[in-house]
């Protein structure tokens, strides 16, 4: 009677069992984690998703971390020793693998192999640096076409800028120092040519200011006064002897006047002087000797009251206008100044104004104390401010070549004043130096080039001393080697 009761219960546990065990396994294959409970019986958790796991990302290729040009299909070391990183199919959609990095081995020669990190530690054989990273290798072409290879990466780190030669017309400013001085074209010695006294001076003091025309000088001579009075007489007798029936007689006194007006007119008194003469018939006892220029009075021999000769000289006087300008040259300057270039004069004494003359004269000897030439440079002065002996700047604008090929001069490595080197930019991380023969250097840091490179081509203009040292490295190296010796 009692076991009939306990039937129903022990069917109804036998099928909570069934039901616990085939929800566990339910579990177990949608990957869901299973909880005792505290009966000991199975329970899967209430999770709803039932996806399956994302598959792991497909490797497309491999690349160097530091130059991202090198590529493989295979996982490896890099041309610096470095282990190699994927790139996965979700990191680049839609793009495909680029072609990997070609081994070089079988068919370029290899000379040495080198530590990546330091040049100097090369080794015949492939093997590690000193740092640990693998020794790259350098090739036999590399070495012979004096070509270097920089992987991109490095070539920003050390910061390497590059421009194209240019060409077209190429001027030099010519920045020199000048001082004024006489013009000597226009230089007057001022003389007598009759016996007298001075017996005034109109001008007295060396270094003054006269205006042409104006009276400098007063003689008494007794020659004068008689060559005067001879004038008036003959004037007289070829008026007298006009309507003589002689006519030898008056065609010889005719001749008279003009005779004795010649002789005047060579003692230097002037043709206005003579008619006022023979107008008045005052016969004047001194000679007034007239600036014949304007300028400045820069010699006096005389003073009033001195007896002078005939042909002695009275006092000198040396125009303003237009003023010289005498400026200094280097040796190398001097071809490039030729008569007629135009000039910019600034004075020291003149602040904020400035001149312009033109060349006259390259003077052809150099002084041998400075080593300089001078260059003669005519420039009006209307005003006359512009004195003798003034210190300025002078500029002069060379036009050099019409079509010239040239470069900045930054980018010239110069061994020496006659051996200039510049490194050419192959592109692709290639580089070679190439010897130039330059010009002289021109305006905003531009230097000409006569030989040695064409308009177009690229070059290196900063860092390229550090080029020009890994090259150097890679011939010593390979010198090094050639004569059977290593730094391993």
Same mark, same amino acid.
């Given at each position: 009677?009692?076991?009939?009761?306990?039937?129903?219960?022990?069917?109804?546990?036998?099928?909570?069992?069934? +039901?616990?065990?085939?929800?566990?396994? #339910?579990?177990?294959?949608?990957?869901?984690?299973?909880?005792?409970?505290?009966?000991?019986?199975?329970?899967?958790?209430?999770?709803?998703?039932?996806?399956?796991?994302?598959?792991?990302?497909?490797?497309?290729?491999?690349?160097?971390?530091?130059?991202?040009?090198?590529?493989? /299909?295979?996982?490896?070391?890099?041309?610096? *020793?470095?282990?190699?990183?994927?790139?996965?199919?979700?990191?680049?959609?839609?793009?495909?693998?680029?072609?990997?990095?070609?081994?070089?081995?079988?068919?370029?020669?290899?000379?040495?192999?080198?530590?990546?990190?330091?040049?100097?530690?090369?080794?015949?054989?492939?093997?590690?640096?000193?740092?640990?990273?693998?020794?790259?290798?350098?090739?036999?072409?590399?070495? %012979?076409? *004096?070509?270097?290879?920089?992987?991109?990466? =490095?070539?920003?780190?050390? *910061? +390497?800028?590059?421009?194209?030669?240019?060409?077209?017309?190429?001027?030099?400013?010519?920045?020199?120092?000048?001082?004024?001085? &006489?013009?000597?074209?226009?230089?007057?010695?001022?003389?007598?040519?009759?016996?007298? &006294?001075?017996?005034?001076?109109?001008?007295?003091?060396?270094?003054?200011?006269?205006?042409?025309?104006?009276?400098?000088?007063?003689?008494?001579?007794?020659?004068? !006064?008689?060559?005067?009075?001879?004038?008036?007489?003959?004037?007289?007798?070829? /008026?007298?002897?006009?309507?003589?029936?002689?006519?030898?007689?008056?065609?010889?006194?005719?001749?008279?006047?003009?005779?004795?007006?010649?002789?005047?007119?060579?003692?230097?008194?002037?043709?206005?002087?003579?008619?006022?003469?023979?107008? %008045?018939?005052?016969?004047?006892?001194?000679?007034?000797?007239?600036?014949? #220029?304007?300028?400045?009075?820069?010699?006096?021999?005389?003073?009033?009251?001195?007896?002078?000769?005939?042909?002695?000289? !009275?006092?000198?006087?040396?125009?303003?206008?237009?003023?010289?300008?005498?400026?200094?040259?280097?040796?190398?300057?001097?071809?490039?100044?030729?008569?007629?270039?135009?000039?910019? +004069?600034?004075?020291?004494? !003149?602040?904020?104004?400035?001149?312009?003359?033109?060349? @006259?004269?390259?003077?052809?000897?150099?002084?041998?104390?400075?080593?300089?030439?001078?260059?003669?440079?005519?420039?009006?002065?209307?005003?006359?401010?512009?004195?003798?002996?003034?210190?300025?700047?002078?500029?002069?604008?060379?036009?050099?070549?019409?079509?010239?090929?040239?470069?900045?001069? @930054?980018?010239?490595?110069?061994?020496?004043?006659? @051996?200039?080197?510049?490194?050419?930019?192959?592109?692709?991380?290639?580089?070679?130096?190439?010897? +130039?023969?330059?010009?002289?250097?021109?305006?905003?840091?531009?230097?000409? =080039?006569?030989?040695? !490179?064409?308009?177009?081509?690229?070059?290196?203009?900063?860092?390229?001393?550090?080029?020009?040292?890994?090259?150097?490295?890679?011939?010593?190296?390979?010198?090094?080697?050639?004569?059977? *010796?290593?730094?391993?």
């Amino acid at each position: 009677m009692k076991i009939t009761r306990f039937i129903p219960l022990l069917a109804l546990c036998a099928i909570i069992a069934v +039901v616990a065990f085939v929800a566990g396994q #339910i579990s177990e294959k949608n990957g869901r984690p299973r909880r005792q409970t505290q009966q000991g019986a199975t329970v899967a958790k209430t999770r709803p998703s039932s996806q399956k796991p994302a598959d792991k990302p497909k490797i497309l290729y491999w690349r160097s971390s530091m130059d991202p040009n090198f590529v493989s /299909k295979k996982p490896g070391k890099d041309a610096m *020793g470095m282990d190699l990183v994927p790139v996965y199919e979700n990191e680049a959609p839609g793009k495909k693998a680029p072609a990997p990095a070609k081994s070089p081995e079988g068919k370029r020669k290899i000379l040495y192999y080198r530590d990546p990190m330091d040049p100097n530690y090369v080794s015949k054989k492939p093997g590690k640096a000193p740092c640990g990273m693998d020794l790259v290798p350098v090739y036999a072409d590399e070495a %012979t076409s *004096g070509k270097i290879h920089i992987s991109s990466a =490095v070539v920003q780190q050390i *910061g +390497v800028t590059t421009t194209k030669a240019t060409s077209g017309p190429f001027t030099k400013t010519i920045q020199t120092y000048g001082t004024s001085t &006489w013009n000597e074209t226009t230089l007057v010695a001022l003389n007598t040519k009759i016996n007298g &006294w001075i017996e005034k001076l109109d001008v007295n003091v060396m270094g003054q200011v006269v205006r042409k025309g104006q009276p400098l000088i007063r003689i008494y001579s007794p020659e004068l !006064l008689s060559a005067q009075q001879e004038y008036l007489a003959a004037l007289d007798n070829a /008026k007298a002897l006009e309507g003589s029936p002689l006519s030898v007689m008056a065609g010889a006194a005719a001749k008279l006047p003009e005779a004795a007006r010649m002789r005047l007119k060579l003692w230097d008194i002037s043709d206005q002087q003579i008619a006022e003469l023979r107008a %008045t018939r005052r016969v004047r006892k001194n000679l007034t000797l007239y600036a014949p #220029i304007s300028g400045i009075v820069t010699k006096l021999d005389v003073m009033q009251g001195d007896y002078v000769q005939a042909g002695r000289n !009275l006092m000198k006087i040396a125009g303003l206008n237009p003023i010289w300008v005498m400026a200094s040259l280097y040796e190398d300057q001097i071809p490039m100044v030729k008569k007629g270039m135009m000039a910019t +004069v600034a004075f020291d004494s !003149l602040p904020g104004e400035s001149f312009q003359g033109m060349v @006259d004269y390259v003077y052809p000897f150099v002084e041998g104390k400075s080593r300089t030439a001078q260059v003669r440079i005519v420039l009006p002065n209307p005003k006359g401010h512009i004195l003798p002996q003034m210190y300025g700047t002078v500029k002069l604008i060379s036009p050099i070549n019409n079509d010239a090929v040239q470069i900045p001069s @930054d980018a010239v490595i110069r061994a020496s004043s006659t @051996d200039s080197e510049v490194f050419m930019a192959l592109g692709n991380g290639e580089f070679a130096g190439r010897k +130039v023969i330059l010009g002289p250097e021109g305006d905003d840091g531009m230097v000409m =080039v006569r030989a040695g !490179l064409k308009a177009g081509e690229r070059i290196v203009t900063s860092a390229q001393f550090l080029l020009d040292a890994e090259s150097r490295l890679n011939s010593a190296a390979q010198s090094m080697l050639s004569n059977g *010796g290593s730094s391993k």
